[in-house]
């Protein structure tokens, strides 16, 4: 468990994933986060999601865990800061995150923490607060 979790953190589209997909018994990183702190994601995450959903059911379970996320938009002023992540991050997806992440001083939960490793963002790791090893 991290010492001090953060009280705002924003979520990487696999945690979300995650818990829509969850099929194994036991509370998912999902719940356990947003009982620990107030949960962002954006709207790319919410695309990607809606993206993936194949029927309406799942299109009604993605729009019913967004609800209890704050979603945040993306506005034109992002734009200016994006080249500040064009060699530290591997596409145009990720570095605007990056910058939704650090406009809005959110930690990044991921399991994906490569992928944002040579950010200067603040990480976190559910698999390190979770109490299990970081290979699986």
């Known amino acids: ?14 945690i979300i994933a995650e818990y829509l997909t969850e099929k194994k018994k036991g509370s998912p990183v999902l719940l356990d986060l ?32 967004l609800t209890g996320l704050k979603v945040l938009g993306m506005h034109s002023r992002y734009s200016l800061l994006i080249n500040n992540y064009s060699t530290l991050v591997n596409t145009v997806r990720d570095a605007l995150i990056c910058v939704l992440a650090e406009y809005n001083k959110l930690p990044v939960v991921t399991y994906n923490v490569d992928k944002f490793v040579k950010t200067k963002l603040t990480l976190l790791d ?9 290979s699986g």
């Not at 009982?35 to 993605?62: G, H, M, P, R």
């Not at 559910?126 to 970081?134: D, L, M, T």
């Open 1 to 14: 468990m991290y010492k001090d979790f953060p009280e705002k953190v924003f979520l990487e589209t696999d």
């Open 34 to 65: 947003m009982q620990k702190s107030i949960c962002f994601t954006s709207v790319i995450n919410a695309a990607e999601l809606f993206y993936a959903a194949k029927n309406d059911l799942q299109k009604d379970t993605v729009r019913k865990v």
């Open 126 to 134: 559910p698999k390190k607060f979770r109490g299990k090893s970081v």
